[in-house]
């Protein structure tokens, strides 16, 4: 916690990046967008995919999740769709064991456990290995460099799950006093689904809660 920056990082309420991401099929890229990522803790997130004309934006508020594309005609109000049960249920259990997440809201809660699982060889780098398991059961296995005391990779596995989900973070920077990857590689089952490559962070930058939320109609 020290070395991502202490109570500064604790206090984290908002995040802010942007940069571009690129989607993965059988090691080959298969889509390339920009993007701008809104987060308000402790269940909220606005995704912004594209440029801004053609901009689709994803937003999730704990159960409740909107997808919003851009209209056909500049006079016209957005299309907003109802994003399906399955797909809000699986962005907030995806959200509540994402790191910055993790490390904020579930370390040191009373109902998960945190043990040390020895150490292991990260790309030639010796990690402490973190293994916390919340209040869902759900497992996670964080890879500390013990050089820098900063975090090489995640684990995730869901509970009642096979499916092994995997973060690797790489080029730290310091933005707001907050220590940020600015590459995330994200890999299921040993493949590579996403790679996300941040230029700006943000943090706690105020974010109005309308932002999490639907557009409102145009005034006709």
Known sequence: IQALGGSQFLDVKEIQTSGRFFTFKREQVAQSDLFTDHIKFP???????????????????????WTVKPPLKAKDDPEVEEQPVAQTQDFLKTFKTSFDYVMRFVVNSPKASVLVAGTESVDSKRADVLEVRDADRNLLRIFIDRQTRLPLKMQTRMANESIMHEEVYANW?????????????????GARTIEIRATQAAYNPG??????????????
């Not at 974010?207 to 006709?220: E, I, L, V």
């Open 207 to 220: 974010f109005a809660d309308s932002m999490f939320a639907p557009p409102a109609p145009k005034s006709k």
């Open 43 to 65: 269940d909220m997130e606005r995704l912004e995919l594209g440029k801004e004309k053609e901009k689709i934006i994803q937003i999730n508020r704990g159960l409740e999740g």
């Open 173 to 189: 920077h310091k933005f707001n006093g907050v220590m940020t990857p600015l590459m995330v590689v994200r890999y299921k089952d």
